[in-house]
């Protein structure tokens, strides 16, 4: 009998390439879903806070993906292009920064009539999608389309909690500038929102503007960012912001940075047009209606003059803009201090009139003399800020931005309280600016990317009006009411 026996041998060379084949193999036909199933997580990561993005998918009437499109977007506010082809699954993403939130979205193909419409950023969404049937052959003319968009961070399950930073007011530039309050002063803004309380302005500084409070929480836990990045310096020009948002919600680390409130303001960038603003308020304390029966320094009336301009124009079109503002503003209160104060509000305020002379004739003793011919009776506040900014799109992919401002504040006298003398105050100057740049980038049709840096620098600045010791004198004093006050 014979008996035949197969041998199966591998030599080591063979081993390394059959090793090196699968390899090969693995790399493309696994690599390509981890990159699929990954990159809508990371397109969803990274978003800009003032950039839209418009994307979709284009198809032919039979549902089939077209590749090499010519897909172009032109923004109704700024007058500017910007165009991409789809790719082989016929995606294509276009970004926008500052384009204002309304495009008109024109798709061609040979083959196929060009199909157009209209796309409205809704809210606080982050991104424009639009997937798009080509038509047929023959020319149609579209009705207008408008799209808005589902929220990204909507408002949480039906009957549960809202969700974090859902709960917001955006407040338009020039809606702003039609309403009585302060338009380049965020404070000022974040009260119309609800649940928002202004507060008094620091007592200690030379900036002169309020504070505001959410859910009784203090200014600390408040954020101020302008075109996405912390903002601390204040003031705005008017005739610069193209908007604002107020968030007043639980915490969100989506954005960061703050637990009470957030005041968000975007500025205005050049465009293919042209365009320039002139503004001017003013406000005067004859014409004041003074409520409550507290006149004169505790009254809360004031004179201001304010006046701001602001132009921008294209470089060159398509590709380099410019915009600057310059707003200047003097305001002036009479200044509320225990010599300002009649009989009544030093009453209000707890101290009778018999202490108050008491307290006058002692430091008369000491021979302070009496502010009467020394310190202005106004308490005078000049603001000064200026603003340019370079918008430069390297490529429709790629757009860099570059702001630097300017800011000078002078207050005389501060630092005085409703029960002190005058001339425990002095004069404060703030001064300082800083730069901002930022870099919104497409790569390929799934992932977008800002890059931001900025930088602020601040000086401040405070002197006396005499210098001498400061004294805190308490006084219990007998009221008319029968109380007493301690002050």
Known sequence: MYTTVWHAALSLDNFMMLTS?????LRRSILPL??????PAVMRAQVGATTDIITGVVRTPAGVAVENAQVEALSTETQVTRRQRTNAQGKYTILFPDGGGTYRLTVRYI???????????????????RNITLGQSTAQTLARVEVRGTQRRGNGPPGGPPAPGGTERVIAGDQAARLPVDASDPAAIAALAPGVVLTGADSTGGGG?????VAGQSSQSNNVTLDGLSFAAGFVPQDAVRGTRVVTNTYDVARGQFSGGQVSQTTLSGTNVIQGSMSYIGRYRDFTLEQGGTTGAFGG????????????????KDRLFFFGALQGRRRADLLPSLLSADAATRARLGASPDSV?????LVDGYG???SAGVIDDNRNQDNVTVLGRMDLSVTDAHTLTLRGDWRLVDQTPTRVGSLALPQTGGTTENRGGGGFLTLSSRFG???????????????????????LPLGRVQVLSDLTDGTQGLT
Do not use: K
């Not at 002379?357 to 004739?361: K, P």
């Open 301 to 316: 009336a004031y004179d201001q003059n304010q006046f701001g301009a602001g132009i921008g124009f294209p470089i060159i």
């Open 34 to 39: 981890l990159m699929l199933w990954a990159a």
């Open 357 to 361: 002379t008491r307290f006058l004739s």
């Open 445 to 467: 049709t799934g992932v977008v990317n800002e890059l931001r840096a900025g930088l602020q620098v601040d000086q401040r600045i405070g002197s006396p009006f005499v210098t």
């Open 209 to 213: 503007s309020a504070n505001f409070s």
């Open 368 to 370: 302070v003399a009496g």
């Open 21 to 25: 084949m699968l390899a090969r193999r």
């Open 111 to 129: 083959g196929f009539a060009p199909t157009t419409l209209t796309l409205t950023r809704n809210g606080d969404d982050d991104r424009i999608v």
